[in-house]
């Protein structure tokens, strides 16, 4: 078993910054690719970032390229999300997920979601 814990979100000006963290425990954290999803209220999960299990590999949504950026540090067992420049459509809460193997857009191929974080941008 893998327990993720999502911290850092929090109500943001438009145009600010946040960072998002995501501790992972129960399992070699290194086996294990990752990925930041976000669910905004009566919208379907999406990804938005992913990162391989090395961190070498990296892909994000199109609405979010040129300002998040995904990273890990597997010494931390903790994989982040810088986002900047944000939007009030980036509003919505933001799930990290785990999966063995290879990351995947589809959130139902992760095997472990952390609780979610609530990220809010006001205009």
């Known amino acids: 078993q893998v327990q993720l814990v999502e911290s850092g979100g929090g109500l943001v000006q438009a145009g600010g910054s946040l960072r998002l963290s995501c501790a992972a425990s129960g399992r070699t954290f290194s086996s294990l690719a990752m990925g930041w999803f976000r669910q905004a209220p009566g919208k379907e999960r999406a990804v938005v970032a992913r990162?391989?299990?090395?961190?070498?590999?990296?892909a994000y949504a199109d609405s979010v390229k040129g300002r998040f950026t995904i990273s890990r540090d597997n010494t931390k067992n903790t994989v982040y999300l810088q986002m900047n420049s944000l939007k009030p459509e980036d509003t919505a809460v933001y799930y990290c997920?785990?999966?063995?193997?290879?990351?995947?857009?589809?959130?139902?191929?992760?095997?472990?979601w952390g609780q979610g974080t609530q990220v809010t941008v006001s205009s």
């Open positions: 997920a785990a999966v063995q193997g290879i990351s995947t857009t589809i959130p139902q191929r992760y095997d472990y």
């Open positions: 990162i391989s299990r090395s961190g070498g590999s990296t």
